[in-house]
């Protein structure tokens, strides 16, 4: 069995739950084994904007994203994509990608585009929780 003291308890508390007027009504010492035990397998995602630049204005945006999208891997996906154009004929692709709050998976994701024949760059323009809207 594991105690921490009420002032742990109101920090976590706060952390997790964002109110600490529920956490203020526990006793001196609590039990921290059942929150340690809890299942945790539910994970926030995360909606990200990306940027992705071709390497050269003959190549096909369309075919890009369709390489990204089957391409992807753990638990990763291409919400939607925009065409936009950056300069002089080149055009540009606006992605959204949703994805785990996890450690590896924005590494999992810049890799997994830069390793697609055609891509130039890849920048993230923002980043938020799902619940959020992205803009």
Do not use: C, W
Request: glycine letters at 6%.
């Amino acid at each position: 069995m594991i105690n921490v003291s009420n002032s742990t308890a109101l920090a976590v508390g706060q952390y997790y739950f964002g109110d600490v007027k529920v956490v203020e009504r526990l006793p001196d010492r609590i039990n921290a084994s059942p929150a340690i035990l809890m299942d945790h397998k539910k994970m926030a995602r995360l909606l990200l904007r990306a940027k992705i630049l071709p390497t050269g204005t003959e190549i096909d945006l369309d075919a890009i994203a369709k390489k990204i999208a089957s391409s992807l891997k753990d638990g990763i996906q291409l919400s939607k994509y925009t065409k936009d154009p950056l300069a002089f004929g080149l055009y540009f692709i606006t992605a959204e990608f949703s994805l785990d709050d996890r450690d590896g998976q924005m590494d999992s994701l810049e890799n997994t585009i830069k390793a697609i024949e055609g891509v130039g760059e890849f920048e993230v323009l923002g980043a938020s929780r799902a619940s959020v809207d992205v803009k």
